[in-house]
């Protein structure tokens, strides 16, 4: 079978999200890294990831991945000032008190990956719009949505709504993303100026440019920028998160200095997006040391 056709069924068996994990993310993978891949010895990190969402589905994932949920254990592991404020949870869109929100303010599924609403001027707003919008996001189910990522699947629909946070000298939030393997964190995936010039670059824990990248589509932040003060302590917050978790990343924002827990992700990407060089795709592979199935476990609860 040439390439060319092999791609083209390999595009609509993707969208098959209804078949059987173990069959369904071969197609996955193959269709995004054009590799071939190996459940039963998986080496690069993507590959251990499309592993993760067929093997290792302990409950709380369910938890961790839910952002209202993942409330409770936050507070719990390193307590509630690192929480953004919230001003409310709604399993109905025509639910949204759109009159007694303030100005500024963003509103998120709390059950898929990058459904949010950012209002930065509430007169603006198009309410009907915004509600056809939630409307849509709330009728979604994350794991066939997208990648089979078992961690969403049962998570309940529900609108958050938070605090609109800004840095007092920037025009858009700046995002720490630590990969965390066994409980510590091993890099931190930085991205910036999102709205205006999307960068991303890969950081160590002594804030020094790593050589390599989170996607060769990304703008890369091609030289140091500014170390946020709370550094170390968001490193801190996010190995305790991480805590006996064979791989997570935890996602933190720095405002003023203050730092706010932004999620817990297990896929990132959805496996869809390879680092660059290419051989650090086996590189940050070999950080992650998957857990074993027991003899006659079917999976990891």
Same mark, same amino acid.
């Given at each position: 079978?040439?390439?060319?056709?092999?791609?083209?069924?390999?595009?609509?068996?993707?969208?098959?999200?209804?078949?059987?994990?173990?069959?369904?993310?071969?197609?996955?993978?193959?269709?995004?890294?054009?590799?071939?891949?190996?459940?039963?010895?998986?080496?690069?990190?993507?590959?251990?990831?499309?592993?993760?969402?067929?093997?290792?589905?302990?409950?709380?994932?369910?938890?961790?991945?839910?952002?209202?949920?993942?409330?409770?254990?936050?507070?719990?592991?390193?307590?509630?000032?690192?929480?953004?404020?919230?001003?409310?949870?709604?399993?109905?869109?025509?639910?949204?008190?759109?009159?007694?929100?303030?100005?500024?303010?963003?509103?998120?599924?709390?059950?898929?990956?990058?459904?949010?609403?950012?209002?930065?001027?509430?007169?603006?707003?198009?309410?009907?719009?915004?509600?056809?919008?939630?409307?849509?996001?709330?009728?979604?189910?994350?794991?066939?949505?997208?990648?089979?990522?078992?961690?969403?699947?049962?998570?309940?629909?529900?609108?958050?709504?938070?605090? =609109?946070?800004? @840095?007092?000298?920037? $025009?858009?939030?700046? /995002? #720490?993303?630590?990969?965390?393997?066994?409980? &510590?964190? !091993?890099?931190?995936?930085?991205?910036?100026?999102?709205?205006?010039?999307?960068?991303?670059?890969?950081?160590?824990?002594?804030?020094?440019?790593?050589?390599?990248?989170?996607?060769?589509?990304?703008?890369?932040?091609?030289?140091?920028?500014?170390?946020?003060?709370?550094?170390?302590?968001?490193?801190?917050?996010?190995?305790?998160?991480?805590?006996?978790?064979?791989?997570?990343?935890?996602?933190?924002?720095?405002?003023?200095?203050?730092?706010?827990?932004?999620?817990?992700?297990?896929?990132?990407?959805?496996?869809?997006?390879? =680092?660059?060089? @290419?051989?650090?795709? $086996?590189?940050?592979? /070999? #950080?992650?040391?998957?857990?074993?199935?027991? &003899?006659? !476990?079917?999976?990891?609860?």
């Amino acid at each position: 079978m040439s390439n060319k056709i092999r791609r083209f069924f390999l595009k609509h068996l993707r969208k098959m999200r209804f078949l059987p994990s173990k069959m369904y993310v071969r197609y996955h993978y193959e269709y995004f890294s054009g590799k071939k891949l190996d459940l039963d010895n998986p080496k690069e990190f993507n590959e251990k990831i499309e592993w993760y969402k067929v093997f290792y589905r302990p409950k709380i994932l369910n938890q961790l991945v839910d952002k209202y949920a993942v409330r409770a254990f936050v507070e719990d592991k390193i307590g509630a000032q690192y929480l953004n404020e919230i001003y409310g949870v709604y399993e109905n869109a025509e639910d949204v008190p759109f009159d007694e929100l303030p100005n500024k303010f963003a509103i998120k599924a709390t059950h898929t990956s990058s459904h949010n609403l950012i209002v930065t001027d509430k007169k603006t707003l198009d309410k009907t719009k915004a509600l056809k919008l939630f409307k849509k996001w709330l009728s979604k189910n994350q794991y066939y949505r997208i990648g089979q990522e078992w961690a969403y699947k049962d998570v309940p629909p529900r609108l958050i709504i938070e605090k =609109f946070l800004k @840095e007092d000298d920037k $025009t858009s939030l700046v /995002d #720490y993303k630590f990969y965390c393997f066994d409980g &510590k964190a !091993q890099f931190i995936d930085i991205h910036i100026d999102r709205d205006e010039d999307h960068k991303q670059g890969c950081f160590d824990l002594n804030f020094k440019l790593l050589p390599f990248g989170k996607s060769s589509s990304y703008k890369s932040i091609s030289s140091e920028i500014e170390k946020p003060d709370n550094l170390e302590e968001m490193i801190n917050c996010a190995e305790i998160l991480a805590e006996n978790i064979p791989f997570v990343r935890v996602d933190f924002y720095s405002i003023n200095g203050k730092t706010i827990f932004g999620e817990m992700t297990f896929y990132p990407s959805d496996a869809r997006k390879a =680092f660059y060089p @290419e051989e650090y795709n $086996t590189i940050i592979g /070999d #950080y992650f040391k998957l857990p074993k199935l027991k &003899k006659g !476990q079917q999976v990891i609860t």
